[in-house]
């Protein structure tokens, strides 16, 4: 069992932010540090990787742990940001049983630190747990629309489970439980296939590879950039603890699958061709948040427009991978 502390500070806050070596982790775990926090970042790097943290390596208020929360942690924080766990099709497809493992026993482990502590827990949730939902927006108290057998079962089932352990561990113990169901994110340290929409419309643009798009293209999703994001998840953490959740966390503006490939290929200049491929199974057609439970808990809606974001991970992908030309 690893086991860690840092030495207290003043007030300074000791958070631990399980995959932190991921895409939305490192992102947040920036902002963490920025404004003064002592951060443990914990990651099995399974799909997280050392590049998105190596600038912070040796910084006197970071430490890594490699470390995988389907085991035990003991380590001495005050929140503990949940993140943990495969969130790209691609990747929870990969090994659905170590996805399902992940986001169970997983955030057992984390609870079961919080409730030792008596610390905050936020759980990082999906809008994957409203599955291919029957209403649309989709609002907190909706139940969700999901295949509990189906291919995306190991992640959505997870999550939603995930919820119900952080639910009935709150109503026993007591202690400050926090839930946001994360939409559509996207922004530097997407990984490059990852099989997410952005990373897939981007990479295949740079290197003028055929744009693919899965079924008529006219399914919708609403895009948030992970700046948005991070701001959002610091104020649910930071709410009162009668703020529990669980709370939407999205950009409310939809577009299609097709519009964000015609704005991809307007903003790399390329001249991919778009091609169309059969629909995945279970793959939702419409995913909206409604974010009026953020906006009047914590005050927050997403600044950053959709072309403005998308033109800052073109030029994280254009630096970071080989470009191609078309």
């Not at 002592?38 to 430490?63: M, Q, W, Y």
Request: aromatic fraction near 8%.
């Amino acid at each position: 069992m690893e086991q860690i502390s840092f030495r207290r500070i003043g007030k300074r806050r000791r958070v631990l932010v399980t995959g932190g070596a991921g895409f939305i982790g490192s992102n947040l775990i920036d902002r963490l540090i920025a404004r003064g926090d002592e951060v443990i970042c914990v990651d099995n790097l399974l799909t997280g990787s050392r590049k998105n943290i190596a600038h912070l390596l040796g910084h006197p208020r970071f430490d890594f742990l490699l470390h995988d929360v389907t085991m035990p942690l003991s380590v001495v924080v005050d929140e503990i940001y949940n993140l943990a766990c495969p969130a790209s099709p691609v990747h929870y497809q990969h090994d659905p049983i170590q996805t399902t493992r992940t986001s169970v026993l997983g955030v057992l482990n984390m609870l079961d630190l919080a409730n030792k502590l008596s610390c905050k827990l936020l759980q990082a949730s999906t809008s994957e747990v409203y599955g291919d939902p029957l209403i649309h927006p989709q609002t907190e108290d909706y139940w969700g629309h999901v295949n509990p057998i189906g291919p995306r079962a190991c992640y959505d089932e997870g999550k939603r489970c995930a919820e119900t352990l952080c639910m009935d561990y709150r109503r026993r113990f007591g202690f400050p439980v926090k839930i946001a169901r994360i939409f559509n994110t996207y922004g530097p340290r997407m990984q490059a296939e990852d099989g997410r929409v952005v990373s897939n419309f981007i990479l295949q643009a740079l290197q003028g590879a055929p744009i693919t798009i899965y079924g008529d293209g006219e399914q919708s999703r609403s895009f948030c950039y992970v700046d948005d994001l991070v701001d959002g998840l610091i104020a649910l953490m930071d709410s009162p603890d009668d703020v529990v959740g669980p709370i939407n966390l999205g950009r409310p503006a939809e577009f299609t699958i097709r519009e964000l490939a015609e704005m991809t290929l307007r903003l790399t200049g390329s001249r991919s061709p778009l091609i169309t491929m059969p629909l995945p199974v279970d793959d939702p057609r419409q995913r909206k948040p409604d974010i009026s439970r953020a906006r009047a808990l914590l005050g927050w809606e997403p600044r950053v427009e959709l072309e403005t974001g998308l033109q800052a991970t073109i030029d994280y992908f254009a630096e970071t991978y080989v470009r191609v030309p078309a």
